[in-house]
């Protein structure tokens, strides 16, 4: 197929490979902001960090920020943000190789709700692909899960409740704009946070020690260096967000799908290069199988299928056809 202004599959990998690139570097610092802060005055200074940056881009044009349905955004911010409080909270725990890999397991989880929830047929080989990744949690966890305790569950949960938000964006929010779906993101997340963090100052939690902190802590003021850390954490979410939904606009999103897989490459090699996270080469072997499965899923989905379909969808596609709008 000839290349057009609104097809560009080389141009919509090079978006994608570069989105991950950016979520890559500035994930691994969520560790260094966990000794400062809590995630929950993580969540809210996010919050407070990007609006006046998406209300800016709202402003000079690149779409309205009004939802068209307050409570399905609502309802799909609300799935994705907890998600993300879940993945978020792993990474003071964990190296990102790991935290990453139960966060990616979210097509998976698409594919099961899309079967058992929306009754799509999902045939054969995407049965072997929801196999294949769950070997890949399993062997990326490994003995590690079991010294992580109940933990090692926060980022696989975090997949969940982010694939819950995808199938909420294709099934509930048909036509609302990214800036709209990524300002309900951070909004969900500014509230969590301030809900919990008022829990735990009226209840006096006790601060725990090493990653525990992150989830106790009260409001920390002032917080030093962790700033900047907060600063560039927001920005390169921006960018990042808005690279991949290039990516999807240019291209085919089974096809460019696949390059968001690279983000397991990024992930990794920046939190040994930078941190000094390791990554063993039995978790490597788990990654692998997680990237494995969501390949299978990204490519079998070209498949045409003609039942029960999503609203917004287009005739043949599936929930995981549609690019994602909003993100992180």
């Known amino acids: 197929m000839t290349a057009t202004p609104t097809h560009r599959p080389t141009a919509a990998a090079l978006n994608m490979v570069g989105a991950m690139c950016v979520i890559g570097v500035i994930d691994i610092y969520v560790a260094v ?16 960090l990007a609006a006046p940056i998406i209300l800016a881009l709202s402003a000079m044009g690149f779409g309205t920020v009004r939802p068209r349905r307050v409570r399905a955004v609502a309802f799909r911010s609300s799935l994705i943000a907890t998600g993300m409080f879940c993945y978020f909270g792993a990474l003071a725990f964990m190296p990102i ?37 769950f070997a890949g949690i399993l062997v990326v966890l490994g ?37 709209t779906l990524l300002l309900g993101i ?3 997340q500014g509230v969590l946070g301030t809900v919990v963090l008022a829990i735990i100052t009226l209840m ?11 989830l106790t802590r009260g409001w920390i003021w002032p917080i030093g260096e962790a700033w900047l850390y907060l600063l560039v954490q927001v920005i390169g979410s921006v960018i990042g967000v808005g690279l991949l939904n290039r990516a999807y606009q240019m291209g085919e999103a089974s096809h460019v799908a696949v390059f968001e897989y690279s983000i397991m490459i990024f992930g990794p090699f920046f939190g040994w290069w930078l941190l000094g996270q390791p990554v063993t080469w039995v978790q490597g ?24 379909p999503v609203p917004g969808a287009q005739p043949g596609q599936r929930p995981t056809d549609l690019p994602p709008e909003g993100g992180r």
């Not at 594919?111 to 009754?119: E, G, K, N, S, Y």
């Not at 045939?123 to 692909?129: E, L, S, T, V």
């Not at 006096?204 to 992150?214: C, D, E, I, K, T």
């Open 33 to 48: 902001i966990a000794e400062t802060i809590s995630v929950w005055q993580f969540l809210i200074m996010r919050l407070l």
């Open 97 to 133: 190789a790991m935290a990453l890999a139960g966060l990616f397991t979210s097509p998976i989880f698409v594919l099961l709700l899309t079967a058992f929830v929306l009754r799509q047929r999902i045939g054969p080989w995407r049965i072997i692909a929801v196999a294949v990744g």
């Open 143 to 179: 003995p590690s899960g079991g010294s992580l305790g109940w933990v090692a569950v926060l980022p696989v949960l975090g997949g969940i409740l982010y694939a819950s938000g995808v199938v909420a964006t294709r099934a509930l929010c048909e036509g609302e704009s990214t800036l």
């Open 186 to 188: 951070f909004v969900a």
């Open 204 to 214: 006096n939690v006790q601060v725990g020690v090493g990653g525990m902190a992150f």
């Open 285 to 308: 072997a788990g990654i692998a199988l997680i990237v494995l499965a969501g390949v299978i899923i990204a490519v079998r989905s070209r498949e045409p299928v003609a039942q029960h």
